[in-house]
């Protein structure tokens, strides 16, 4: 059975860090991509970043380009994200998610889709007041 325990999270205020961590075990699979995605209230959930644990490619949306990374622990089974420069738009629920990969064009990708991942977390809430 898949487990993701989140941890981390919390309060800051604008302009500061977080890290958030997702410890996974039980996946059939050695490589699949593993992903945070945001829900805030009555907002979709979104991508935020994935990274793919077979080569350690990464993905980010747009809005936390330059500002977030993801990162894997190969030997703990975790991916973590570290959050800089926070804002308060970034306030969310935020989930870590694990599914398979997929091949576009000869590359192994991951998806930044909710549809795409069949595994979560219980969510952690990060709150960034301006």
């Known amino acids: 059975q898949v487990q993701l325990v989140e941890s981390g999270g919390g309060s800051v205020q604008a302009g500061g860090s977080l890290r958030l961590s997702c410890a996974a075990s039980?996946?059939?699979?050695?490589?699949?991509?593993m992903a945070w995605f945001r829900q805030a209230p009555v907002k979709e959930r979104e991508g935020v970043a994935a990274?793919?644990?077979?080569?350690?490619?990464?993905y980010y949306a747009d809005s936390v380009k330059g500002r977030f990374t993801i990162s894997q622990d190969n030997a703990e089974n975790t991916v973590s994200l570290q959050m800089n420069s926070l804002k308060p738009e970034d306030s969310a629920m935020y989930y870590c998610?694990?599914?398979?990969?997929?091949?576009?064009?000869?590359?192994?990708?991951?998806?930044?889709?909710?549809?795409?991942?069949?595994?979560w977390g219980q969510g952690t809430q990060v709150t960034v007041s301006s």
């Open positions: 998610a694990a599914g398979a990969a997929y091949v576009s064009g000869g590359v192994v990708r991951c998806a930044m889709s909710p549809t795409r991942y069949t595994y």
């Open positions: 039980g996946y059939r699979y050695s490589t699949y991509c």
């Open positions: 990274i793919y644990t077979g080569g350690g490619s990464t």
